[in-house]
T-cell receptor
Framework: NAGVMQNPRHLVRRRGQEARLRCSPM?????VYWYRQLPEEGLKFMVY????????ESGMPKERFSAEFPKEGPSILRIQQVVRGDSAAYFC?????????????FGEGSRLTVL | DAKTTQPPSMDCAEGRAANLPCNHS???????VYWYRQIHSQGPQYIIH?????ETNEMASLIITEDRKSSTLILPHATLRDTAVYYC????????????WGAGTKLIIKP
């Protein structure tokens, strides 16, 4: 029973390149959440998606960042034209949706370093 | 969602109970108290949650004051592997996520 899978675990990009982070939710989970974490800080919500729909993207920068959760395949967080300030750990979480305990199940994160 | 306040760090001796406080004085009636922890560089891990009553599971106990303005997470017999940052989060019962997590409490278990 695999948990939330994120890849790559570590990604290095030069300024101006694109970063693409992938997240496969737990089996049976239809809700995906992306968070960003800077060193020594708490997580900051970015975006909440259900299959083929963005439910809440209020925490995501308007430019350069986009997210999708297609009908088939993993959720993808895309950062275009990366800058040094994008260096952070990006965590994905999933939940079954309605009902349950409201618990979020987190992946191990993707650590982006922008040179 | 209500804001929470936690001490930035705490120490606890191995084998003793670790009591982590959280203040959530602006909590509203339909908001739950959730606790997660993050062991160094790993993804956050759910610990426990509650609304009004005290709760206990295999990991911890959660004590919520009668006025619900504060709570305490209790790890009954702390081990070195419990060293982590512990986050107290308050969220509405009908929303499944939290916009901002605070800095949490860094708990260090000492041998």
């Amino acid at each position: 029973n695999a948990g939330v899978m994120q890849n790559p675990r570590h990604l290095v990009r030069r300024r101006g390149q694109e970063a693409r982070l992938r997240c496969s939710p737990m089996k049976g989970h239809s809700h995906v959440y992306w968070y960003r974490q800077l060193p020594e800080e708490g997580l900051k919500f970015m975006v909440y998606l259900q299959k083929e729909n963005i439910i809440d993207e209020s925490g995501m920068p308007k430019e350069r960042f986009s997210a999708e959760f297609p009908k088939e395949g993993p959720s993808i967080l895309r950062i275009q034209q990366v800058v040094r300030g994008d260096s952070a750990a990006y965590f994905c979480a999933s939940s079954p949706g309605t009902g349950g305990t409201g618990e979020l199940f987190f992946g191990e994160g993707s650590r982006l370093t922008v040179l | 969602d209500a804001k929470t306040t936690q001490p930035p760090s705490m120490d606890c001796a191995e084998g003793r109970a670790a009591n982590l406080p959280c203040n959530h004085s602006t909590i509203s009636g339909n908001e739950y108290v959730y606790w997660y922890r993050q062991i160094h560089s790993q993804g956050p891990q759910y610990i426990i949650h509650g609304l009004k009553n005290n709760e206990t599971n295999e990991m911890a106990s959660l004590i919520i004051t009668e006025d619900r303005k504060s709570s305490t997470l209790i790890l009954p017999h702390a081990t070195l592997r419990d060293t982590a940052v512990y986050y107290c989060i308050v969220r509405s019962g009908d929303s499944n996520y939290q916009l901002i997590w605070g800095a949490g409490t860094k708990l260090i278990i000492k041998p």
